[in-house]
């Protein structure tokens, strides 16, 4: 698998790797086309006092029983498994190793669409979660920082392959920012392990 180092000088320790064609383009063509069948809903979630509308659409599908509550407010339910997302998860794990229970999707809309800093540290992923994020669609910039340090950038192609590795969650933040730029849909899809459910 062709692995691409994108910032060996400015940020040697990031815990993540970056695998730019991890999915020909037929393959992400076709995935593609595939996650515009999925069940994605518009969430609301609570924050500051207020509830509001999540910037994307979401869903989730996995092993029965994985539901997955995030900033203690939106409580994801997953549907079963499609063949194609089982067929994924199963090509991430033999590639990686790491083993996964759930696929959360996030479906960036537009430019506005966004997710801001945060880790995902939910405790129904266990300690140290790895973390695998495959993208769809339109580039957006992703961003990585260590707490309290300066974030680096990489720009997640179609078809790539983000590993975020276990410890990742507890000493870096990231985002997908709003952009003003014409962007049309870009959708991500990320592979996470459960502690919960059903075996
Ligand atoms: O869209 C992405 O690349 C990142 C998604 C993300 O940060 C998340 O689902 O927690």
């Known amino acids: ?113 966004s997710i801001g800093w945060h880790d995902d540290s939910e405790a129904s992923m266990g300690f140290n979660p790895a973390i695998a994020s495959v993208s769809l669609g339109s580039v957006r910039k992703f961003q990585i920082k260590p707490i309290g340090g300066k974030p680096a950038d990489f720009w997640l192609e179609h078809g790539s392959l983000l590993v975020m590795h276990p410890g990742c969650q507890s000493t870096h933040l990231h985002q997908v920012p709003k952009t003003n730029k014409v962007v049309s849909t870009r959708i991500n899809l990320t592979f996470r392990p459960h502690v919960g459910g059903k075996r």
Request: charged share 20%; aromatic share 12%; net charge negative.
């Open 1 to 113: 698998m062709q692995q691409l180092t994108l910032f060996p000088e400015s940020a040697p320790t990031l815990p993540v790797n970056y695998y730019p064609e991890f999915l020909n383009k037929e393959e992400a063509d076709e995935l593609y086309q595939h996650c515009q069948e999925l069940q994605w809903q518009q969430n609301t979630i609570r924050m500051l006092g207020k509830t509001m509308p999540v910037p994307r659409l979401e869903c989730i599908y996995g092993d029965e029983g994985c539901d997955y509550l995030y900033s203690k407010s939106v409580l994801l339910k997953p549907l079963p498994w499609t063949s194609a997302l089982a067929q994924l998860r199963d090509r991430i794990t033999a590639a990686t190793g790491y083993s996964f229970r759930i696929v959360i999707g996030n479906q960036y809309r537009s430019g506005q669409d």
